[in-house]
């Protein structure tokens, strides 16, 4: 099939969504301080916390945050809504610091979800689908490239690969259920996977709250930059899934390493 013109200026916009700059170079631009540095400096138990308060959150965070959605709405996504109230439990995280994780990080993290919904929804999905629904999750492992990621791929589809068969077999075993349930080991094999990836932007997020001076009023803007950034992955990722539904996932692909592979030759 040809490609047009509006698809394919489609595809460029969620090209330079999806290879942007990870997460930490834009909180250490914000912060004023080498959040890598900082992140080195984490100790074991709060770094034990994290993954706890990161994984708890995950799966919850999809059946709330669909369950409070109109499916049959299909007008366009309210990114500042979920902004705003991102920054709101931000705010909250930077006053009290660590102390405040356990609660702060669930209600983020259902927000952002609430957010990759929405701009899901808009772009067409069946959110009464498990697998749009697992895509939704799929977001949370878009940090932005990464040094692991595999050279003769995009970071954007080396993530998927890496998540593809997890996936899969999580998408079989609750196609038939009401609620994505959390204690299955395919369950918990795609939570593993998943937070692995997505611990590193909450510990960046974390230690960057900590950062002396920072505070409420710091915590605030880290959480908007935080949704901000998931927020873009979210729009680009389902412009690509918009895409391989008319296209195919191979064409697709080879159009999106196309458009890199201009980029870098200019």
Sequence with gaps: MEWNSTDL??????????????????????VGTPIEYVLKQLPRAAGDTITKVTRDSLMAAVNLAVKTMNLNDQGKPTPR???ALAG??????????????PVELPITTTVIMRSIADIARSQGEDLGNVESRLACLEVFAMGGPSDEDDAAE????????????????????VANRAVVEDGAPVIVRLLAQLAARFNTVV?????????????????????????????????????IRRLERTYGEVEVRKAYGEIISQRERA
């Excluded at 709101?88 to 994780?101: E, I, K, N, Q």
């Design 9 to 30: 200026h489609d595809l460029s916009t969620a090209v330079g969504l999806l290879e942007n700059p990870g997460l930490i170079a834009k909180v250490s631009d914000v």
């Design 81 to 83: 809504r979920h902004v």
């Design 88 to 101: 709101l439990a931000g705010g909250v995280g930077g006053a009290f610091g660590l102390l405040a994780l």
């Design 154 to 173: 995009s970071g954007y589809f080396a993530v998927r690969t890496a998540l593809a068969q997890a996936v899969s077999e999580a998408a079989r075993y």
């Design 203 to 239: 510990g960046e997020k974390i230690m960057a709250q900590g950062v002396p001076i920072v505070g409420a009023l710091g915590g605030a803007a880290i959480n908007i930059l935080f949704i901000e950034h998931f927020q873009d992955m979210a729009r680009g990722h389902f412009i």
